[in-house]
Antibody, heavy 121, light 106 residues
Framework: QVHLVQSGADLKKPGASVKVSCKTSGYSFTAYYLHWVRQAPGQGFERLGWINPNSGVTNSAPSFEGRVTMTRDTSIDTVYIELSGLTSADTAVYYC??????????????WGQGSLVTVSS | DIQMTQSPSTLSASVGDRVSITCRASQSISAWVAWYQQKPGTAPKLLIYKASTLESGVPSRFSGSGFGTEFTLTINSLQPDDFATYYCQQYKTYFTFGGGTKVEIK
């Protein structure tokens, strides 16, 4: 079966950076884009961007450009997202999710369990 | 960005009821809509894609319809497991989600 397993919760101070990992299994890692989405407490979803695990090409949502870096390690079928310049507004659960359609845009058929990032002094 | 406006934001219903949730897109998106179910503390689960295609393993009491700018998720004969929050998502251009509809017990 397809599984996406994310790193655990993290507490960061304002101004710091956070890196979240998403390890995939059960399918061909390079065949599907992986997307990052976040959900602030009690709120809806916000797109951060996507990575093509085959080429490493990424695309960030305009509101995160310059602050977000997405990478992948094909040797361990894992993608990463790093968000810098954290503020309290970045407190959220961060999800990785697989895009069913090749490329972007896509609907998301498998999701990681989520990684809570809390930004507090 | 294409905006997705979902209504109602909260819906009170009883087991066995038929419920409908609507999503309106700010511009035509053909049938590029998906619906998800989310329970507290868990990741969303894909229910429907391409407006009306049921994801494998999802009960047939869930159905989707619509094209262009107006879309509907219908749950026939609501079951106890269906009390959750539902989100629509457009994927014509990047993707954006609706604000969610919480289906609660009446």
């Amino acid at each position: 079966q397809v599984h996406l397993v994310q790193s655990g919760a993290d507490l960061k101070k304002p101004g710091a950076s956070v890196k979240v990992s998403c390890k995939t299994s059960g399918y061909s890692f390079t065949a599907y884009y992986l997307h990052w989405v976040r959900q602030a407490p009690g709120q809806g979803f916000e797109r951060l961007g996507w990575i093509n695990p085959n080429s490493g090409v990424t695309n960030s949502a305009p509101s995160f450009e310059g602050r977000v870096t997405m990478t992948r390690d094909t040797s361990i079928d894992t993608v990463y997202i790093e968000l810098s310049g954290l503020t309290s507004a970045d407190t959220a659960v961060y999800y990785c999710a697989r895009g069913r359609e090749k490329g972007s845009p896509a609907y998301l058929d498998y999701w990681g369990q989520g990684s809570l990032v809390t930004v507090s002094s | 960005d294409i905006q997705m406006t979902q209504s109602p934001s909260t819906l009170s219903a009883s087991v066995g009821d038929r419920v409908s949730i609507t999503c309106r897109a700010s511009q035509s998106i053909s049938a590029w809509v998906a619906w998800y179910q989310q329970k507290p503390g868990t990741a969303p689960k894909l229910l429907i894609y391409k407006a009306s295609t049921l994801e494998s393993g999802v009960p047939s009491r869930f159905s989707g319809s619509g094209f262009g700018t107006e879309f509907t998720l219908t749950i026939n004969s609501l079951q106890p497991d269906d009390f959750a929050t539902y989100y629509c998502q457009q994927y014509k251009t990047y993707f954006t989600f609706g604000g969610g509809t919480k289906v609660e017990i009446k």
